[in-house]
């Protein structure tokens, strides 16, 4: 397998520059953002959107680390997943096993960025649910109460292992529901998420070692419920 030249390199690089200030520009002016290449590098990271410092019961050493290790490993891999991709589609003798295994990886790191960002997207809050999220929760469960309950169970029902628990809109069969997901590649077709919760241990274990539902307390304490109401009502 070769890998792209510099010169490949770096026009891959400024396509994706190019894409993501397109992508701004049309946001702002409330139109719908490009088409981007899937197959190019330099992904922009999101900054966390809160002070690390002041949420309570999760520690800034432990979010910091979750950021950086973590979120940003996932999004370094998936930028040079990408380059090979692009390499490997000029490569005639590339084997499918080798290709299949690069599509894979792409799969589980996309997955990986995609979900930290609703993760850390999602905290910095005051733990108190409204809006319209809150409106179709009740419909949904038949209460706010039945629905949290049923949240924490999914979320624990992983602790002590890997994998995520979110909370999706279905684009196909217009259903909230709690969604189980082993790893980053898990989750019904159609699912928009809304909120997400990730219970790796590297999430928790800092601060409380294999005690995650302690964890899942301060996750829900510190949930910005108006970020999950602007993704309800941004849904298609």
Known sequence: MTDPT?????????VGAAGL????????FGRKPEIR???????EPKALPFDPGRLEGLSEKLLRSHYDNNYLGSLKTLDM???RLAAAMKDPDMP??????????????????ILHEH?????GGDGKPGGDILKAIKKAYGGYDA???????????????????VLTYNLYTHELRNQWAWDHMHGAISGLPLLAIDMYEHAYHM????????YVDAFMRNLNWEEVDRRFNKRP
């Open 96 to 113: 499918p096993v080798v290709y299949g295994g690069l599509k894979r990886e792409e799969a589980h790191r996309a997955g990986s960025v």
């Open 81 to 83: 997943i990408s380059l």
């Open 37 to 43: 290449s899937s197959m190019v590098g330099s992904r």
């Open 21 to 28: 200030m397109m992508a701004d520009s049309a946001a702002a």
């Open 6 to 14: 510099k010169r490949e390199t770096l026009a891959l690089l400024s």
């Open 119 to 123: 993760y850390f997207g999602n905290l």
């Open 207 to 214: 601060d409380y070692g294999s005690a995650a539902a302690k």
């Open 147 to 165: 629905w949290e309950t049923e949240f924490r169970r999914t979320a624990l029902s992983l602790a002590g292992g890997s994998g995520w628990c």
